[in-house]
């Protein structure tokens, strides 16, 4: 009883290490963004893409109103995977950041500084008490100094760099996909690609136009989502497109809880 009742005591204080040095709330944020829909981060030569699974739950839900990719500034893209109140609250963090460096500095903010000034935001909450961490992931893409930059944010506070990346459920087989299957040097069309035929391998081959959403940041068009009709034209040249839209719409309405997607 002694063991359990130890054990409860660093499941449920967010400031405790367990004897192995484990955070248990932190872990539990990590299960959170494992539960969502999928997202996609693809650098390309010439630009960023950001690709999500934003299939709706019901066939009477809007998909307009799914909101998986955000823009944070004119070069910079945001996509999510875990507790949408979450990922919200971190999306305006940023653009309130990506504002006051232009109003203080006259300049676009850095990918890199405004990855590391999230997850600094973010890792206050995992050794501040009374407060748990935030259950999401994101992807962070865009311009900076011309060049294309890639990042993720870990519900530890902890930000990595990357060319090619997966967030969400399914992660490590879409990971070992763009392992096998991405090339440096590659165009942001060629990425678009990429992108969706890395979501299909989680949707049975298979992917409605309404049911994900792409998004590219370059240097010459900054950030700009791509249409219904675009995505459905790039997901029938690559035999992805989906027979039945409507099965699609039904196969995710059991797929995860109301609030994490």
Do not use: C
């Not at 653009?95 to 500084?113: F, M, S």
């Not at 506070?157 to 763009?178: C, H």
């Not at 590659?186 to 890395?198: C, H, K, Q």
């Amino acid at each position: 009883m002694q063991g359990q009742s130890q054990q409860q005591a660093y499941d449920r204080g967010i400031t405790i290490f367990s004897p192995d040095g484990r955070l248990y709330q932190v872990e539990y944020a990590r299960e959170a963004v494992k539960r969502g829909t999928a997202s996609v981060g693809i650098r390309a030569e010439d630009g960023v893409v950001l690709a999500a699974d934003k299939r709706a739950r019901s066939r009477l839900m809007e998909p307009a109103s799914i909101e998986k990719l955000h823009k944070a500034d004119d070069h910079v893209g945001v996509a999510s995977a875990g507790h949408v109140a979450d990922a919200r609250q971190l999306i305006d963090f940023a653009r309130r950041q990506a504002q006051v460096n232009r109003l203080r500095y006259g300049e676009a903010i850095g990918i890199e500084t405004l990855t590391k000034t999230i997850t600094d935001h973010i890792q206050q909450y995992t050794q501040v008490g009374g407060a748990r961490p935030f259950g999401v992931a994101l992807i962070v893409g865009g311009i900076e100094n011309g060049e294309p930059r890639l990042f993720e944010t870990d519900p530890s506070g902890t930000p990595y760099e990357w060319q090619a990346l997966s967030i969400g459920s399914d992660r490590s087989d879409l990971r070992d996909y763009l392992e096998a299957e991405y090339e440096e040097g590659i165009s942001t069309d060629e990425a678009v690609g990429l992108a969706l035929d890395t979501l299909a391998q989680s949707n049975d081959g298979e992917l409605a136009s309404d049911g994900v959403g792409v998004a590219t940041i370059t240097v010459d068009d900054g950030y700009a989502e791509r249409s219904n009709e675009e995505i459905e034209a790039i997901l029938e040249d690559h035999g992805l497109l989906a027979s039945d839209e409507e099965e699609g719409a039904d196969a995710a309405e059991d797929a995860g809880d109301d609030d994490v997607e």
